[in-house]
């Protein structure tokens, strides 16, 4: 499908204005296409894109071959700032300049280190990408056993729920946790 024309937009230009702070820190411009623009150096790359479907306004930075967003940046920098983050969308040449004016701030504000090629940075990005990767491991089994769980409980076949549960005991409710005490206790019984 062929991305309709957005040259009204003005985006590469409105790129170019917001994030010239990255000139001045030596990068250089690598792209620039109607939705995407890149800038490099020394290793670390920083994109700027328009989304061809969503029209959201994002970024993100590359290091060693692997791409962290904005998103992610914040989070490791700010974790309460993260939690209000969302990527802005834009329609119109104004939404488009502001949304890049704020992606920029954001930029200069919470990716100072990334920018930079900290190397510690981005392991701290990595160790957190893993650990959010573990926690949506857990959310996904939670939400796929809990009902069998709380199904076992209902039958009275305590030993499966009480298995079904402890796979999950980190997600329990106060409730499920004492289901699972429960359904232990009477699993036990001859």
Not at 46 to 73: C, K, N, P
Not at 107 to 118: C, D, I, N, P, V
Request: aromatic residues 10%; glycine residues 8%; without cysteine.
């Amino acid at each position: 499908m062929d991305t309709p024309d957005r040259s009204y937009l003005h985006f590469v230009r409105k790129v170019r204005e917001a994030f010239a702070f990255l000139t001045d820190e030596g990068f250089v411009e690598i792209d620039a296409l109607p939705t995407l623009v890149r800038f490099h150096k020394s290793g670390i790359e920083v994109d700027v894109y328009h989304g061809r479907q969503s029209y959201e306004l994002g970024a993100g930075v590359t290091f060693s071959g692997t791409r962290y967003a904005m998103s992610e940046i914040v989070r490791a920098t700010d974790p309460e700032a993260a939690k209000g983050y969302r990527n802005a969308v834009a329609t119109t040449p104004e939404g488009v300049a502001a949304g890049l004016e704020a992606l920029s701030s954001l930029m200069e504000r919470y990716g100072s280190a990334a920018l930079k090629g900290h190397a510690g940075f981005f392991s701290m990005l990595e160790a957190q990408r893993r650990q959010w990767l573990e926690e949506y491991t857990l959310d996904v089994l939670a939400s796929q056993l809990r009902p069998k769980a709380d199904d076992a409980f209902r039958r009275g076949d305590y030993s499966a729920a009480a298995a079904l549960y402890g796979r999950i005991r980190d997600r329990l409710s106060p409730a499920e946790t004492k289901k699972l005490a429960l359904a232990e206790g009477r699993s036990r019984r001859p």
